[in-house]
């Protein structure tokens, strides 16, 4: 759909149908004419006018500065000549053969955003029509007054399309309250799901150690103290690992850091990871976390966009052995070691 809310193809065709019924008007006219050359040359003229203005899409864009300049020169051309090859006659109320042309154009025009353009080309024609009136025993005869007619069109055109104008600020205006309300309720609701799947995490991971707090009034022992620290951690890595610290990964590492191996889940993403990406993932960091005896793993999801999604890293603290280092691809999950 254009500015106007036509579809382009009905204002091309409309167009091309208004300007067609005066150039058919206009051949018939050229074997009757006082100079055909002249018409001929003013037929021509008005067809180029016509199609430059009427088949170019409908755009919501303004007409190309020089296409409104040639679409107008050319049809003040066509008006010249189409004038110089007609006689006035001393009838009130004529209309020249480019007539409904002229009503067209000047409707064109203003849809197509070049009102001032239209202005002019009301001005010259309307100038070049009133040379056409005719005194006769000291009265004058207009000869022609379809430029009035052209007047009226031409302003409730502009008023019209000024309306629309407003009318769509006011729609966009509306749809920008509907998508920032949108906005805002998704982000709330993004916020409660979040806070319910915080609650569901702790639940799930420090709910039986809770009970035992509350309600079992034996003594503490190392074993307790050190199932809290694991306890601790892993809510530590729902929190920094997000999309990483799945069930599956969250309990492989509570595992090695009860062999004394120290792990670090840092999600930078902020996004779930691609399905063959988190794939690779779930199985790299099994291989290297069910392997560790001793050491440092960190497991680190890289922002959106970089072409490395994960990188894991497992140093044993051996001063004889290298590090061993896994990148993980974006999209693909091709996985690489160094």
């Known amino acids: 759909m254009n500015s106007a809310g036509i579809s382009p193809k009905f204002l091309t065709v409309l167009a091309l149908l208004g300007f067609g019924v005066s150039f058919v008007i206009g051949v018939t006219k050229v074997d009757s004419a006082r100079d055909p050359d002249a018409m001929v040359l003013s037929l021509v003229f008005y067809a180029g006018a016509a199609l430059i203005v009427a088949v170019p899409r409908w755009a919501t864009q303004q007409m190309p500065l020089l296409s409104t300049m040639a679409a107008v020169l050319l049809f003040m051309l066509a008006a010249e000549q189409g004038y110089k090859a007609t006689v006035a006659v001393p009838i009130a109320g004529q209309m020249p053969w480019f007539a409904m042309g002229f009503t067209v154009m000047i409707f064109a025009l203003c849809l197509r955003q070049r009102f001032w353009w239209a202005v002019l080309l009301w001005v010259v024609i309307t100038i070049m029509s009133l040379r056409r009136w005719i005194v006769v025993r000291d009265s004058v005869v207009p000869t022609e007054s379809y430029t009035v007619m052209a007047l009226g069109l031409f302003v409730a055109t502009w008023v019209g399309y000024q309306e629309f104008l407003r009318f769509n600020q006011r729609k966009r205006e509306i749809r920008r309250m509907l998508l920032t309300a949108r ?32 309600h079992d009034p034996s003594e503490v022992t190392e074993y307790d103290i ?32 009860d062999r004394g191996v120290r792990v670090d889940i840092l999600d930078e993403r902020g996004h779930p990871l691609p399905p063959k990406v988190m794939a690779a993932t779930t199985e790299q960091v099994a291989e290297v976390l069910n392997h560790a005896q001793c050491g440092v793993v960190t497991i680190r999801a890289f922002p959106k966009g970089d072409p490395t999604a994960v990188f894991i890293v497992h140093d044993n603290d051996d001063e004889d052995e290298d590090p061993i280092a896994i990148e993980i691809a974006d999209v693909t999950g091709e996985v690489s070691r160094f």
């Open 183 to 214: 906005s805002n309720d998704e982000a709330e609701q993004d916020s409660k799901n979040a806070s319910y799947q915080r609650v569901q995490d702790v639940r799930r991971l420090a709910g039986g150690l809770l009970e035992r707090i509350a």
């Open 226 to 257: 050190n199932q809290f620290r694991l306890t601790e951690a892993q809510l530590r890595d729902t929190i920094r690992g997000r999309s990483i610290a799945t069930p599956y990964i969250l309990e492989i590492t509570r595992t090695a850091r």
